[in-house]
C-alpha cells in the first residue's frame, strides 16, 4: 500500500510564507505527476499546482508568482512554497500522488488526507 501525507499547514498572517510538504511512503516503484489541490468552505476543490516527472509544473492564474512546487524524487516528497499569502488562499490543502508500485503495474492515484492553510490578521 501506499501512504501519502501532508504537514506544514498553519495559521499565518497575510502577506506571509508557508511551506507544505507532502510525503508518500510505501510499496512505490515510481512516482509520475504530484499535485497540491485546496478546498475552501463553500467551495469545490481546484488544483493548485502540479509537478510532472521531468520537472514540468503548472499553475493556477491566481497563485502564478506566488507558490512554488517542487520535489525531491529521492524522498518521494513534494512540497508547496506559499509567500505572499492572501486570505483567499484559506483552505484544507490536498496532496495527490500518481504511483506505480511495480514495474509493469498500473498507475494509481493515492490522497493525503491535507493539511489546513489559515490566512487571518
Known amino acids: 500500500q501506499v501512504q501519502v501525507v501532508e504537514s506544514g499547514g498553519g495559521l499565518v498572517q497575510p502577506g506571509g510564507s508557508l511551506r507544505l510538504s507532502c510525503a508518500a511512503s510505501?510499496?512505490?516503484?515510481?512516482?509520475?505527476?504530484q499535485a497540491w489541490y485546496r478546498q475552501a468552505p463553500g467551495k469545490q476543490r481546484e488544483l493548485v499546482a502540479a509537478i510532472l516527472s521531468g520537472g514540468s509544473t503548472n499553475y493556477v492564474n491566481s497563485v502564478t508568482g506566488r507558490f512554488t512546487i517542487s520535489r525531491d524524487n529521492a524522498k518521494n516528497t513534494t512540497y508547496l512554497n506559499m509567500t505572499s499569502l492572501k486570505p483567499e488562499d484559506t483552505a484544507l490543502y490536498s496532496c495527490?500522488?500518481?504511483?506505480?508500485?511495480?514495474?509493469?503495474?498500473?498507475?494509481?492515484?493515492?490522497w493525503g488526507q491535507g493539511t489546513q492553510v489559515t490566512v487571518a490578521s
Open positions: 510505501g510499496s512505490i516503484f515510481s512516482i509520475y505527476t
Open positions: 495527490n500522488v500518481e504511483v506505480r508500485r511495480t514495474r509493469a503495474g498500473t498507475v494509481y492515484s493515492y
